[in-house]
């Protein structure tokens, strides 16, 4: 309602201030408040306003109380809607991750959104919102049983040969609160001491609770390599771009570039403004459920992969980074997309900001599996190499006609259960793909690859940011190069239990 009477807002703004003839506040033709004053008519405008307001309040209400969810041994099941009901269900083996997001307004609340992500495009199941203590154990729940950790104990305390009735019908997990619990759901102020204590320890609280993570664990940027790293970002030489424009028309009395490019210029500082604060109090960390990242200042979100979504990792660095010696990291997740933006591009970039340190901590988190020989190597030559000779396969002299500036750094190798594309110069990137959750390989020749020797490969993972591709390579090479991701992607995914990481199996 607001946002619909700002005209008239601005317009009696305009009459208190403006000189000269003064505005007739009854001149707004079409206007429905100016109608309802001249008819002698407000009292029933505001009856229809309160209406309208409480059949919202009514319907809030009821998609609250048809709002219900249940977590069994197979899947999380949550039922919402009044007159068009809707039954969403996410496999617990399909689960690419749980994130709990925490916006201003409900963290004032002690409110908390927790969102279960599963592969297939737009089929994450969400609760909001539920009581943030609660949405962290609930989160804990479902990973455990998503781990197979609450079966072995099932089958282990069953008698032999039989199995439980939650075992076989499948349990409805739910929290029990005892009397006096800080995570229990808080009424009004009477019967919830120290509510305002609670909310302000919240806001203050570190968000990654130390007790999941040892110290030497968590990763964490400080605030000047934030907002230095957001800086040199691209972002920042087309809003100095736009600068140069707008000053331009100013002096030069074009006005139209106002209205041309102030608004890039506004969305430009908007976005800068929204990289740094969500990179704020950022951490990543590993817990027995997964990898947690966390990050965000008002508003916090922290997210949990469990082992064995990771389907790809990109390392990249900037031109305008090399001096400092920053990296960011991406990955790949099952769901998606490789044109995803808002939360799920979001999500994907998992180190803003990092120096060589952190990122081979943070593949040690993300490759739990991988030596640390293997990991030593990557930051050695994947990172900073130059090609030549070191342990990458790299491309022949003539793949400088279609990379005449990286064909040397341009190579792959394959170590430890993982693909490793290295290519860039003036945007190093060094790309490493699981051989557990290769999809497909495939060897593309086209007529100038052909006519050079050249051969083009590309590993297939799940749909994202991340493409693995070898542009130019030795056809011998390509070819070897296929065969041997084929053959390792079969053996690797024999031996993977990462999707049971809890169990007896599990590695």
């Known amino acids: 309602m607001i946002a619909n009477l700002r005209e008239r807002v601005v317009d009696l703004f305009l009459i208190a201030v403006s000189p000269g003839e003064p505005i007739d506040p009854d001149d707004f033709d079409g206007d429905p408040v100016s109608v309802l004053v001249r008819t002698g008519n407000v009292g029933w405008g505001l009856l229809i306003v309160l209406g309208i307001l409480l059949l919202l309040l009514a319907g809030f209400y009821l998609s609250w ?30 689960i690419q991750g749980i994130s709990i997001t925490k916006s201003l307004i409900p963290r004032l609340v002690g409110a908390a959104k927790l969102e279960v992500a599963v592969a297939g495009q737009s089929a994450s199941v969400q609760l909001s919102y539920l009581q943030g203590g609660l949405a962290d154990a609930l989160r804990a729940d479902i990973l455990r049983l998503a781990s197979g950790v609450k079966a072995a104990k099932a089958r282990a305390a069953a008698p032999e040969g039989a199995m439980t009735d939650a075992a076989e019908a499948g349990v409805v997990v739910g929290a029990t609160v005892a009397a006096g619990d800080p995570n229990a759901p808080e009424g009004d102020g009477a019967h919830a001491p120290g509510l305002v204590q609670r909310r302000v320890d919240d806001l203050l609280s570190p968000e990654l609770d130390p007790d999941l993570a040892p110290p030497e664990s968590v990763v964490h940027i400080p605030l000047g390599r934030v907002i230095g790293s957001s800086v040199l970002g691209g972002s920042t030489l087309a809003m100095l771009i736009f600068a140069g424009v707008i000053v331009w028309g100013l002096t030069s009395g074009s006005a139209w570039v106002l209205f041309s490019f102030v608004p890039a210029v506004i969305g430009l500082v908007t976005y800068m403004w929204s990289r740094i604060t969500k990179s704020l109090r950022y951490s990543i960390a590993g817990t027995p459920d997964g990898v947690r990242v966390g990050y965000g200042l008002l508003s916090t979100q922290n997210d949990t992969l469990p082992p064995g979504r990771i389907h790809a990792i990109q390392v990249g660095q900037p031109l305008l980074w090399r001096p400092f010696g920053w990296w960011t990291i991406r990955i790949n997740v099952a769901g998606q997309s490789a044109n995803a933006s808002g939360d799920a591009q979001r999500r994907s970039l998992v180190l803003p900001v990092g120096t060589l340190d952190d990122v081979r901590r ?43 500036f990286s064909w040397r750094r341009t190579g792959y190798a394959i170590a430890d259960g993982v693909v490793l594309i290295r290519r860039g110069i003036v945007w190093r990137s060094l790309i490493l793909v699981p051989l557990a959750r ?70």
């Open 65 to 94: 109380r048809m709002h219900t969810f249940r977590i069994t041994t197979e899947a999380v099941e949550v039922r919402t809607g009044i007159v068009f009901r809707s039954h969403r269900s996410a496999r617990l083996d399909r």
């Open 438 to 507: 290769t999809q497909s390989v495939a060897l593309h020749h086209g007529p100038v690859r052909r006519a050079l020797g050249l051969g083009l490969v590309r590993v297939h993972t799940v749909a994202g940011p991340i493409a693995a591709t070898l542009p130019v390579i030795g056809r011998d090479e390509a070819e070897a190069c296929v065969a041997d991701v084929a053959a390792g992607a079969i053996e690797w995914a024999r031996l993977d239990v990462s999707d049971h990481w809890g169990g007896a199996g599990a590695r």
């Open 362 to 404: 943070v593949l040690g988190l993300l490759l739990p599996d991988t030596s640390d020989e293997v990991l030593d190597a990557v930051t050695a030559t994947g990172l900073v190499g130059a090609g030549g000779d070191d342990t990458y396969v790299g491309a022949p002299r003539q793949a400088a006609w279609l990379r005449p």
